[in-house]
């Protein structure tokens, strides 16, 4: 069985990494792409969403953020670390709250932003795009994962799945 991650140690916390360097480049080019907004407030939540092949959306795996900005750059990096450790930990063992996927699926990161960025505040806003991406029409179930409360950052995870009386719900 091929495998697309390896596991690599960053902030003292094992951690998955991709293999192959087109994937980790588009994973690179999109976290540092985000971390203007994210640092300016500008990012309420990121997504990583699984569709299958009708493009429809089977999971997502949601980071809601909430960056203080009163704090700039007096927070200590060894404080920041230790509250993403334990978050880095918690994601690596969500995996059992996760449904199989078919193996034609797919998957985007999605970024949902408070204000539309524009390109006279950014540089890199020409880089994000409005998606077409279809939501669910019922309210998904919702399973949290983690949760940290840190002076500069607050951040949650959960997993969203299509409520069963979803239309075209994948199980």
Known sequence: MFC??????????????????????YIHSTVSGLLPFIQKGLVERVAVIFFNSDNVQLERFVFKLTVNQSYESKVE??????????????????EPLTKVLPPDCKWEITAYFQTLPSSSTSKNAESWIPTDTK????PPVITPIKSMTSRPLNLQLYLEHPSLSEPNHYE
Do not use: G, H, T
């Not at 960053?10 to 990494?17: D, E, I």
């Not at 990096?77 to 969500?94: C, H, P, T």
């Open 4 to 25: 697309a991650f390896e596991r690599r140690r960053y902030m003292n916390a094992v951690v998955q990494k991709a293999r192959n360097p087109e994937l980790q480049d």
């Open 135 to 138: 939501q669910w029409q019922q």
């Open 77 to 94: 990096n060894s404080d920041l670390e230790f509250a993403l450790r334990a978050f880095l930990i918690k994601l690596s063992v969500s």
